[in-house]
């Protein structure tokens, strides 16, 4: 702890001058900073008295979090959901900084960010690109979310996101040739299921989800790729923190399937490996018994 602030001190004058010697940032001239949390991110004032959040990360990272929010932008209803616009991105050193309008988030009812969700999910679903994938190699939280294409729901899910995943699982000990016969099980069944392409938030744990004083939803820090919308409201339910009014202003605007429960733990799958590789610990258990689970509900066994 020791270093802290000097780290701090050090950070904040790079910042300083990596915004004033910006051609493409003259009206993001901040006359303070002040570091939020963790030294990643910071609260940058303006001379009018507007406010700026300030993420720090590796230039790739914070490029495909720009996109990602700017593709959930164009299609959301700005009367129900809030997705804030990227004002710039520049380097700090080694890293990049992303400039995002500061949010005051406030705790209230989630009716309308869940409804601002499924509006956003049905308007992508009837006009998107017809097939489930991403053009650029992204990120899930810190791990890896590769690029790729594909017509076949299936295929899309188990090639793009949980194969990459189970590899690298594989440097913790599990055993991908006995997974073999499940995942092409998965890939068959996902595929009777048939759902319509749709742009997704793809990391919407409640840390990415809030309300704002105006009673809108907001949307931050996406991980995006086309996509079954079930998998956004499957990982709603792993980690807790959206209501009963969330469920309900969804189910309000575009109601989900009956039987998408059944799918709920295979979608979830490809987070928990995502944190059992990056994290280890007692998620490295629940992706077997996540595995043990779907084995014996698709091949009896």
């Known amino acids: 702890m020791l270093t802290a602030e000097p780290e701090r001190s050090r950070m904040r004058a790079q910042l300083l001058e990596a915004l004033q010697e910006s051609d493409q940032l003259q009206d993001c001239r901040c006359m303070s900073l002040e570091p939020v949390g963790s030294g990643s991110t910071w609260r940058g004032t303006l ?20 996109q990602g929010l700017l593709a959930l932008k164009s299609w959301a209803d700005p009367e129900l959901l809030m997705i804030p616009d990227p004002l710039g991105l520049f380097p700090v050193g080694e890293c990049a900084a992303l400039l995002l309008p500061w949010l005051d988030f406030v705790r209230g009812d989630q009716f309308a960010l869940g409804r601002g969700l499924a509006r956003l999910h049905r308007a992508s679903a009837a006009n998107g690109v017809g097939r489930f994938g991403w053009d650029e190699n992204g990120f899930i939280g810190l791990g890896p979310q590769p690029a790729g294409w594909s017509r076949s729901w299936g295929k899309a899910f188990v090639t793009l996101r949980l194969q990459p995943q189970l590899q690298l699982a594989s440097r913790w000990g599990l055993n991908l ?22 742009l997704v938030h793809g990391d919407l744990w409640a840390g990415n989800a809030s309300m704002l004083a105006d009673n809108r939803g907001v949307l931050i820090d996406p991980a995006c790729w086309w996509a079954d919308r079930e998998v956004d409201l499957a990982m709603t339910q792993l980690f807790g923190g959206f209501n009963q009014r969330f469920y309900e202003g969804y189910e309000k605007e575009w109601p989900l399937n009956q039987d998408h429960e059944k799918r709920v733990l295979t979608y979830n799958l490809y987070h928990l490996l995502n944190h059992a590789n990056l994290f280890g610990g007692s998620y490295k258990d629940q992706c077997l018994m996540a595995l043990d689970t779907m084995r014996s ?5």
Do not use: T, Y
């Open 177 to 198: 040739h006995q997974q073999e016969g499940l995942i092409s099980a998965m890939q068959s069944w996902l595929d009777q299921h048939e759902p319509r392409p749709c």
């Open 297 to 301: 509900i698709l091949l009896g066994s």
């Open 47 to 66: 001379p009018d008295g507007r406010c700026l959040f300030i993420k720090l990360a590796s230039p790739a990272m914070l490029n495909v979090e720009s």
